[in-house]
């Protein structure tokens, strides 16, 4: 066998590393034999139509929100009929069905209260900024007429100046807009009543007038809003604390299929050792089906957390108040790193195949005795690692027991089958044999048993505790005296061994921090219901945040958690330092430093996203305001093209193409619909309103269904209440009211086609200036994502660093205790890691909607971004795992442990390597600025394995511990390399060199 692979150091520089793709881009990336990433545009076209036909089902939840949704525009278009109803709105009676569907009535209740909130206050907001415009455009027209016959007519100074306040108020909408996500569907609606106001009392002489055009549209809105409003609490109502429990549900049940795809993983990858090319992509996709489980897992963690604080917010009748809410999503969320590291161990199971691979390709021709020694080695290795396997699919079965139990606690499925005597009869059974099933009372001592010893049973079925594990290793490893002769088959049979304590230590710990779930879902079964009123409504809430409000210090660098203790994080962990300006020190600065930060929004990218919008509405709006256009503008409508531009207009070109073909073909869709609603029963206004409902109800439907989509359904939407609306309005007012208003009328099959156009012209404006004068693209804006993401990884793994130099020394102290190192260090960890994900989801979402952008030029390198993404997910993967597997260092006397009696250093400098934190800046800075790595910037390197198996290590268990970190850290910091290249192929290297060919030999300087 071969004593020198490509691949048989971690720190050899010239190492052929094979690339790997995380799955949550399974759609554009796949592993290959080697392991490399290939695009596979019809694999993932045939996905995702399949994902798209399987979410394509019709169950309860989704028929009763699509009836939910659909009532409240077709009631108030059936409102449209009463006399009353129409004469006091008039032309604008339209607007109330719109509004009502903003409500969102598929939001359960705490959330709808909320955005509901949001809604009327910029409602008013708007209604208030509309007061002050036609209030100074009234007194523009009053001191710039002379004659008081002449105030009715066209006045260019009151129509300025109601124009420049549309304009500053569009620039705020989308502005708002961009810097908030949160609210953007409030900021639209603000725009467009606007949008509705602002031309028409620009026009108006006098301040009544202004106030009756005003208070018409906003009681349209009102009225829509408190329609759509009452409709979606009582209808079918929905709780926070119900959907809080259907999260949990999902997070247990995603956690089940962690479990079996870990276990698929385990059987297919690591016992098979796979090596033929279908077995390999057998392999490749068990992992994916693995890493895809713990991402909707991650998610679902995150939205129960999310929806815990809603649910505190419900006053209801049950056991769950605050405090067990906020501890449930803190159990929850504490499973996330050894669920997490499961999934990294997988993959290095993978690359541990792969590795094998190559060098057993690169062995064949190696002499028989090496190839002997390394056969007896596995023989003596293969009998402790069933074991470890069988002991593995007992935690795994244990834990699937136990999520049934907790599901059993929370009465998400239902207790066993009563007055069937052969169950009980078996139940009865199994007690005496000293099983317990989920639901049982004993059940938590069971599952206890089988993780709290550590025990692997070994091949004579005799338990084998952690001690007894170690010294088995001990005996097991390569003896090495000289490193040299530290050969790849050794190396790799040590990873293996490795990747084997792994999933046993993850899964022992994972049921630990399972258990705790488990025991706090049974003391919440034994308490009694009770009104559950929330904290802000108590007055004591109040009285200890005012008694509080001074003594609690902010979010600083240092906090004095006792006599001799001092926790310092760092002066630019919550304070960042600007270079073009040192702290305030006195009054007068303090003021100007918030000045400055305000007169920062105008040279934001936000900002110039508000421009762009209020040159879109300019660009159709104009029309409103100039007086040989202006009746034009009122007779055809295009309010609904201003109405689209507000809809349609997104940030980057990609999502703005996407959206443009989607928001397009829902506008035809709805004039096709309008026709056949229209003619299919003879113009007859009853058969109107049914069919309308059944297209709300279709509409509906797609709400409920595809939510990433709702700018689509709604502009489909708007534009079938603005064909069929408008066309009940005229039949209703009759042809001569609408002329009068100076408003024409077409025949419906011409105003359908016409409307249509019209809406189009607006998506088309709106798309000309995203990418006008020049284009926010998916390409940028994934690099600045991924470059931001670079460097908040810089600083989650110096929180993790500082973990696990902190449990080295011994001075971590309790996690929770709020006074000591460790919780403030877990706090910080917790709260970059939430901004990581944010940034890595905008990141994600970027990548997705590159196909959609045109690209002008050379190609985008999409396939290296893609396996650039899938590194930094495995990255913090292996992060998460270094911390999580440092507990076991911890010591009741850290000067007992073995690495204190080393004055080398030895232990930290192979479980911290150095150089992460700062070539992670490096590359942050390169991708973010484009420019140039520095020169000769050298592959990071960790201390060889052997210097760690070849040193006297007594029989202590925190040494396995240390063993697994430093295995962690290999992959890490092989990653962390290729990362490098990949980032070196973007941007290139600041490296002037110069080379000369000749016809016999290569000439090259620097």
Known sequence: MASKSPVTHPDNRNASIPEAASPSISGVLSRSRTGSTVYRSDTARRLQLKSVLLQQTLDWHTATMAIKASIPPAVLVCAIQSNSWINHFKTNAYLAPIISTCVLPALP????????????????????????????????????????????????????????????????????????????????????????????????????????????????????????????????????????????????????????????????????????????????????????????????????????????????????DHAKLEEISSLLLDLIPPVSGLSSVADMLQLHVDGCNITSDAGDNSDSDEAGNTTSRDDGWQHLEMAMDQNSRQMSDTIIKGVEHAKLRLKLTKRRPMFKSYRVKNTDEEHEAGITQPGDVTFLESFRDVFSHGRVLSHE???????????????????????????????????????????????????????????????????????????????????????????????GASQNTGAQTSIKLGSSFYNPKNPD??????????????????????????????????????????????????????????????????????????????????????????????????????????????????????????????????????????ASIVMIGNELQVRKLGKEAIIKSGQVVYPPYIIFPYRLAVVTLGVLTGYFWTIFPYPLSEHSELRENMAKAMYGLAR????????????????????????????????????????????????????????????????????????????????????????????????????????????????????????????MIILHSALSRAHPLPPELEELGIPHLGEFLTRDVPADERFAAAALIHSVNWYLIRDINRLTELARELVGELNFSFVIVHDNYIESGQ
């Open 109 to 320: 209740r705490a959330m709808l209260i909320r955005h509901n909130i949001r809604l009327t206050f910029v409602i008013v907001l708007a209604y208030c900024w509309a007061l002050l415009a036609g209030w100074c455009g009234v007194q523009a027209r009053h001191h710039t007429t002379h004659s008081l016959n002449d105030t009715s007519a066209y006045n260019s100074s009151a129509e300025a100046v109601v124009a420049i306040f549309l304009i500053f108020w569009i620039w705020c909408t989308f502005t708002v807009k961009s810097a908030f996500p949160n609210w953007g569907l409030q900021c639209t609606l603000a725009g467009i009543f606007t949008v509705a106001t602002l031309p028409n009392i620009a026009r108006a002489p006098t301040m009544p007038e202004v106030i009756d055009e005003t208070n018409v549209i906003l009681e349209a809105f009102l009225v829509g809003q408190a329609v759509g409003f009452v409709n979606a609490l009582i209808l079918f109502p929905q709780s926070c604390r119900g959907l809080f429990r259907k999260d949990v549900g999902f997070c247990l049940d995603e956690l089940v299929a962690v479990m079996q795809a870990q276990r698929k993983c385990m059987e297919e990858t690591l016992l098979k050792k796979a090596s033929t090319i279908g077995e390999e992509e057998n392999g490749s996709s068990s992992i994916g089906q693995l890493e895809g489980a713990l991402q909707r897992f991650v998610n679902a963690v995150e939205k129960s957390r999310q929806d815990s604080e809603y649910a505190a917010c419900e006053i209801s009748w049950g056991v769950f």
């Open 461 to 555: 079925n005799e338990d084998m505790n952690n001690k007894e594990l170690l010294d088995c290793y001990i005996q097991h490893r390569p003896q090495i005296g000289n490193l040299s002769q530290y050969t790849s088959e050794m190396h790799y049979n040590t990873l293996r061994y490795f990747l084997f304590l792994h999933s046993q230590t993850i899964l022992s710990s994972l049921g630990e921090e399972f258990l705790k779930l488990l025991v706090y879902f049974d003391e919440c079964y034994t308490h009694s219901r009770r009104l559950l009123i929330p904290r802000f409504l108590q007055p004591r809430y109040w009285i200890e945040r005012f008694i509080s409000r001074g003594g609690v210090p902010r979010d």
């Open 581 to 718: 300006h040192l702290p305030p020190s006195n009054f007068m600065e303090t003021i100007g430093d918030y000045i400055r930060k305000i007169s920062s929004i105008f040279r934001s990218d936000h900002a110039a996203y508000g421009l762009r919008g209020a040159c879109a509405i300019m660009t159709i709006g104009i029309i409103a305001f100039l007086h040989d256009s202006q009746d034009f503008y009122f007779a055809q409508r295009f309010l609904w093209a201003l109405f689209a531009i507000l809809l349609s207009m997104a940030r980057t070109a990609g999502s703005s193409t996407f959206l443009l073909l989607g928001r397009v073909l829902g506008t035809i869709a709805s004039m096709i619909a309008s026709y056949i609603i229209w003619y299919v029963v003879d113009q007859k206004t009853p058969g109107i309103l049914v069919f309308l409902w059944l297209w709300f109800l279709v509409l509906g439907y797609l709400f409920v269904k595809f939510p990433d989509f709702f700018s689509i359904w709604f502009v489909a939407l708007v």
């Open 796 to 919: 989650y793994y110096m929180c993790i660093q500082q973990t696990i130099l902190a449990r080295l020394s011994g001075n971590f102290g309790d996690i929770s205790d709020k006074t000591s190192p460790g919780f403030h260090l877990q706090a910080a960890r917790r709260r970059i890691f939430h901004r990581y994900q944010a940034l890595n989801t905008r990141a994600k979402t970027s990548f997705q909607f590159l196909d959609w952008e045109f690209s002008l030029g050379g190609r985008f390198p999409k396939q290296t971004y893609g396996e650039m993404l899938s590194i930094l997910e495995r990255l913090v993967s292996y992060m998460t795992l270094s911390s999580y597997v440092s507990q076991e260092l911890k010591a009741p006397d850290a000067t007992s442990s073995w690495w204190a009696h080393d004055p080398t250093g030895t232990a930290q400098v192979h479980l911290t390597p150095g150089g992460v934190t700062t070539r």
